[in-house]
Each structure stands twice: as structure tokens, then as C-alpha cells.
């Protein structure tokens, strides 16, 4: 059955490679970016998430089966936390009016592996609580104090605990909406190529992300788990946050589950 998909980042990436095979598979999808999508929109900018719901809206006219979340950044600047909070949260929460219209509404926004890393507490309460003023000036602080490092992490950390609370409310699971956050280890992309290609950052990298199977892994090997994730078929999934890190989280963290 041919659903119908929006994809922000869709111009790169994960955004990309999913987009990719979700129109092999029959679905329409429409692509959000900041430029050659069918959207092109800021998501830094509250104009930016505004025009994306309402050029979203007269696209679908009012009914999208299904989200997927992918745009992000990872500069060392407070610009990282606008979009990959504050950008992700808005473009599901824009949204959820018309996923809400849909017989299998699904969403999926992008965490990531770092987000078990240590972050900046500050940071993170001030995105969850919603206060996006507070939130960069907190980032801006650990810039100033030389931890710029510590914004990528603290942004996926916030999004993926957003996705914890918001996920069984009555806006979303008891709507019929699943909401779920992938949390990828190091993915070969335009973003990690500075990094992964530079010997030097390549072993801090693998240090800090360790993944003893298969090593990196590349965007079209993420894409199948969004793919299912975002189906009519995953009908009881939702809250979570999904590893695709090639064992990164178990080395870290252990058995700490529970």
C-alpha cells in the first residue's frame, strides 16, 4: 500500500538515502531541506518550521501517513541545538495534525549514539523545557569555555528524552501516532567525511564510538529500519529509542538497561 512520507534533510544523508527507498518502494515522498528538496526550508528559524508545515499542508492537503525527522547538524555552535531540537520538535509537532488524519500515522525524528555521552545539563533541561532563548545562550556558554563538543550530543540526548515523554501522551499514542528516535553509531556522510578521513579524528571517533560489528556503516544501511519503523506495520512500537550502532551502545553502556 503506497504511503505518504515527509523527509527532512532529504538532500543528504540519512534524509536521502531513506527518501531513496521509499520512493523505490512505491510511496510518495516529500523532501525538506535547506535547499533542492520540494521544500526548502530553515529549520533554525521559527519561519522556517512555519513554512515548512504550511507548504507541507498544501502539499499533502492536510494528510501525511508519515514523518521522518533526519535534518542535523554537528557544528560546534549553538545553531546545532536549534536545529536538531528545537527544528526536529517543531517539524513533529507542526506536523502531527496531519499525520493525525492518517489510518497508520508514524514518526521518526534522529537521535544518535552520542547521546550517552556526557552533555551539558544545562543545555538539555533548557531544550526540554522548551526554552530555545535559554538553550542557545547555554550553548553559546560551553562554547566560550572551550566545549562546543558538547552540543551535538546534548541535542540528541534532548530530542531522544522529548521523544521518552512525549510518546505515550494522548496527543500521540492515544491519536493511533507511533513516535520513535533512532540513535545511529558513526554513518559515512558529507557531515562525518572531515572526521572519519582525517586519521588522527578517525581514532578519536572509533574510541569514542566504538562498533565491533561491521564497523561504519552507511546511510542505505540505516534506511530499512526507518523504512519499518514508519510502516503500517509497526503497530506497537513507540517511545523508543532504537540503536543502529553497530554494538557502540552495548561496549559503552554494558547491561545498563535496566
Known sequence: MSRTYLVTGASSGIGKAAATRLRDQGHTVIGADLKGADIEADLSTAEG????VARATELTGGRLDAVIACAGIAAFDPLTIKVNHFGAVATLEGLRPLLAASDAPRAVVISSVASIHPADEALVEAALSGDEDAAV???????????????YGSSKQS?????????????????????????????????????IGNPEMLAVVD?????????HATPEQVAPLLEWLTSADNTHITGQVVFIDGGADVVLRGDRTW
Do not use: C, F, K, Y
Not at 164 to 172: G, I, K, L, N
Open 207 to 215: 574510541s569514542t564510538v566504538p562498533m565491533p560489528l561491521n564497523g
Open 49 to 52: 518550521r512555519a513554512a515548512l
Open 137 to 151: 545562550e547555554a550553548a553559546q556558554a560551553a562554547v566560550d569555555r572551550g566545549e562546543g563538543h558538547v552540543i
Open 159 to 195: 530530542v531522544a528524552r522529548w521523544v521518552r515523554r512525549t510518546a505515550a501522551t494522548e496527543d500521540w499514542a492515544a491519536a493511533g501516532i507511533t513516535l520513535n528516535a533512532i540513535a545511529p553509531g558513526t554513518i559515512v556522510t558529507p557531515m562525518t567525511q572531515p572526521m
